[in-house]
C-alpha cells in the first residue's frame, strides 16, 4: 500500500512539473499558433469578391536546434490581372514562404504564467526573432514575373491582440471565427508587411478517424437534426450503390475540408462538380445542391462562401449518414 502511494505521489509531481515547466516561450509560442486567414477584396472581371489569404502558424521541425515556430504564407492563386486590396483600400501584394520563428528573450518555467500574464497585458502581444526564411512578394496582377524574394532572417515578426472596439474589430468581426489577431513582419532592410487575421472556426470533423477504424454508431455526439433518406431507398438496383457512397462519405468530407482548408479552390472544385450529379443520382437532393453550392463558390474564386459551403456539406452528410443507419436497423 505505502508503494503504491508513494508512485501516485510520484505521478502527481511529475504532472504538477510539467504544468508548471513552461516558460513565457513556450506560452506565447501556443498562443501565437493558429490556421488564421487575412480577409481581402479582390477584382476578379470586373467585380468586387471577398478573398481570404491563409497564413499558418505552427510548430516548428522536433529536430531543430532551438524550439521555434513557423509562419506559412499561401499562394493566393488568383486568376491573371486581379488586384487585391486591404480594408483600407491600399494594394495587397501576393505573399508565398516560410519563416523560422524564435524566442530571442528570457524565459523562466518557475514564472512562465506570470511573465506570459504580464506581458500580454503590458505589450498586447509578442516579438518573435526571424530565423531564417524568405518570402516571394510581388503584385497579384503581375503573377510570377512581378515578385521579388525577400529575406527576413534576422528580422522581426510580433503577433498581437487586436483592440476591443477598434475599426479593425468590427471589420473582422464580419468573418466571426475564434480570435482576431494582428501580425506583422518586418526585415532586416526595413521592408514590411502586416496582416489582419481572423481564425475561422474549423469545418466539423464528424468523419475525422484512422482509415482502418470504422465510426461507431453511437459516437456522433450532434444536436439532433432531421436525418436525410435518399429519395431512392427501397430500389433494388440503388441499394448497393447507396451503400458504397454512405460508407466512403467519410473520405469524401474529408478530402472536401482538406483542400478547403488548404485554399486549393481549383482542387475543392475537381472534387465537388462529380458529387453534384453522384447525389443527385442516388436521391440526396440537398447534398447535391450543397456540392453545387461549393463548386460554384470556388468557380466564383469565393473562399469564404466555399468555407462555408464546406461547412453546410458536412452536417449534411453526418445527417445521411444517421438516416442510412435508421434505415439499416
Known sequence: MKARRGLLFALVLGLAGGAAGQGVRERAFAWAQGDFRAPLTCLVDGTPREALRRVRIHPGPRHSARPAL????????????????????????????TLELVWDGRTRPDTGEVDFRNALRREGGFDFKIEAGRLRIGAVEAGRAGERVVDFAGGVARASQVPRGSDTARRLAAFGGQRHLAL???????ARLSFDLVELDPPPRAFRRRRDVPIPPDMSQERPEPA????????????LQIDTFVMQLGETVDALQDAEASGLLVKLRGLASPLVERCSQLGYDALADAARQISEACLERNPVAAHKAVVDFTELSKRVRRGHRSAAS
Request: net charge negative.
Open 184 to 190: 506583422e513582419v518586418t526585415a532586416p532592410d526595413g
Open 70 to 97: 513557423r509562419l506559412t504564407f499561401f499562394d493566393l492563386d488568383a486568376p491573371p490581372d486581379t488586384r487585391c486590396t486591404s480594408f483600407s483600400g491600399q494594394a495587397e501584394p501576393n505573399v508565398i514562404g
Open 228 to 239: 436525410l433518406r435518399s429519395t431512392r431507398e427501397g430500389e433494388p438496383d440503388a441499394e
